[in-house]
């Protein structure tokens, strides 16, 4: 899965820079997540970063945005060879 920011985000600016896929980006309104570009952090660290850091927990699995560790960990390898 993905991961998802609620209209409950009060954009403290926090999230956007822990994201190392840089799917994190300032919507029309709020921050929004990019679920091509989002692996909930598989390959980077052993939780989403955005989740620990959010004062106001608006950062859900995204329940339209399924993938198991296989498929998570196949979007990081693609990610970084994009960027190398």
Not at 27 to 32: D, L, V
Not at 35 to 62: A, R, Y
Request: glycine letters at 4%; a negative charge; aromatic letters at 8%.
């Amino acid at each position: 899965m993905a991961l998802m920011i609620t209209d409950d985000c009060i954009n403290c600016d926090v999230c956007e820079p822990e994201c190392p896929n840089d799917a994190i980006y300032m919507g029309p309104e709020i921050y929004e997540i990019d679920p091509n570009k989002c692996t909930e952090c598989v390959g980077h660290f052993d939780e989403p970063q955005c989740q620990q850091v959010c004062p106001v927990s608006c950062i859900p699995f995204n329940p339209d945005w399924r993938e198991d560790k296989d498929q998570l960990m196949a979007k990081f390898e693609k990610l970084q060879a994009e960027k190398g």
